[in-house]
């Protein structure tokens, strides 16, 4: 899921223009790596490279500690979209010889060297055979993390293979799901351009956010859809939530503590939001999708107001995580038209 060299888009505050990730490389961060907002792994910087510790979400406790050697080169099997896109962040594609599914790529760079088989195809990651794993030539796995172990894990590491669960989808502040490129940079041996591109990051975010402040009115807003027959929607501390509230929007389910997704019927959702002004996120890309899929949304008044990001799914999965400040203004310009610094969307598109 990366472009060419890449070219990253890395706008001047709400602009679109892209420059190289290499420009990111005349800046250095010293010998400690600062984690400043992923909760979910530690980096320690030791004479033979770094100390990668995989912290567990739900203990807090390290599950996993790694050994990055400088003079090991990690080629990966990646069976993680927002790990695929921030390895072409950082102009790392050839160290990706393994994905899940070319269906779910985005990188053009990506795409070519699929196409010159220099990178596999693995499916989920419930299915994988260790001779399909071993002839792909790399020797790292990363992987979501959503079960126990990778299977046939304890082979694997018999074998040499490094396993590492990425927990950026458990992180729910924006810029700690962003500050996984630290995790790449070790790994890629770039940290240098990790450290730089994520503070570009968090400067812009920052900088988003008090362009939001800086608003009168706080329009209200649900996200998510119905799914059966239950409304799955984001609780107040999660990822989505805090992207909401911080482009100044007043998220209906705002006061619901913790991270995890809510539950709602379909009733208690017309009920909640009949004056409800924006609807983000509802999965589809049509109205006509909508429609099939959940009949009841037209009772909505927000269900003329939606947005999502499904024209552009394999973007968004790939690059949203590690560019939360895009993602933000995005959101910026739906709640707030009226913001004349910003003027058009890096992944969202209004659904007709």
């Given at each position: 899921?990366?472009?060419?060299?890449?070219?990253?888009?890395?706008?001047?505050?709400?602009?679109?223009?892209?420059?190289?990730?290499?420009?990111?490389?005349?800046?250095?961060?010293?010998?400690?790596?600062?984690?400043?907002?992923?909760?979910n792994f530690n980096l320690q910087k030791t004479a033979q490279g770094y100390t990668l510790e995989i912290i567990d979400p739900t203990t807090g406790k390290i599950e996993h500690s790694y050994n990055i050697n400088d003079s090991?080169?990690?080629?990966?099997?990646?069976?993680?979209?927002?790990?695929?896109?921030?390895?072409?962040?950082?102009?790392?594609h050839k160290h990706i010889k393994g994905i899940s599914s070319i269906d779910y790529i985005y990188d053009p760079i990506l795409h070519q060297r699929f196409k010159d088989k220099k990178i596999k195809s693995f499916g989920d990651e419930t299915s994988h055979s260790i001779e399909k794993i071993i002839s792909s030539n790399a020797n790292t796995i990363l992987y979501s993390g959503f079960g126990d172990e990778f299977p046939n894990q304890a082979k694997l590491e018999k074998l040499n293979f490094t396993i590492i669960p990425i927990y950026d989808w458990k992180e729910i502040h924006p810029l700690g799901k962003a500050e996984w490129i630290k995790v790449v940079g070790a790994l890629t041996g770039k940290m240098?351009?990790?450290?730089?591109?994520?503070?570009?990051?968090?400067?812009?975010?920052?900088?988003?956010?008090?362009?939001?402040?800086?608003?009168?009115?706080?329009?209200?807003?649900?996200?998510g859809n119905l799914i059966g027959d239950i409304w799955y929607t984001p609780a107040s501390e999660s990822y989505m939530a805090h992207l909401i509230k911080d482009a100044g929007s007043n998220y209906r389910y705002a006061?619901?503590?913790?991270?995890v997704t809510l539950e709602f019927s379909i009733e208690q959702i017309i009920q909640d939001n009949a004056?409800?002004?924006?609807?983000?996120?509802?999965?589809?890309?049509?109205?006509?999708?909508?429609?099939?899929?959940?009949?009841?949304?037209?009772?909505?008044?927000?269900?003329?107001?939606?947005?999502?990001?499904?024209?552009?799914?394999?973007?968004?999965?790939?690059?949203?995580?590690?560019?939360?400040?895009?993602?933000?203004?995005?959101l910026i310009h739906i709640f707030h038209p009226e913001i004349t610094e910003i003027t058009s969307f890096n992944y969202y598109e209004k659904i007709n």
């Open positions: 899921m990366r472009f060419l060299l890449y070219v990253l888009p890395f706008l001047p505050l709400f602009g679109c223009n892209q420059k190289a990730s290499d420009e990111f490389s005349e800046k250095t961060s010293g010998e400690t790596v600062k984690i400043e907002y992923a909760t090991v080169q990690y080629d990966v099997i990646s069976l993680t979209a927002t790990m695929n896109g921030m390895y072409s962040i950082l102009a790392s240098n351009e990790a450290n730089a591109f994520f503070e570009h990051v968090v400067n812009e975010y920052k900088a988003l956010q008090k362009l939001a402040k800086n608003v009168t009115h706080l329009p209200t807003s649900i996200s006061k619901i503590k913790g991270g004056k409800t002004e924006f609807w983000i996120n509802p999965g589809y890309d049509s109205k006509a999708k909508i429609n099939k899929a959940n009949p009841h949304a037209k009772y909505l008044n927000c269900y003329y107001n939606t947005y999502c990001y499904s024209p552009n799914m394999a973007k968004f999965w790939e690059r949203s995580a590690a560019e939360p400040h895009y993602v933000l203004s995005d």
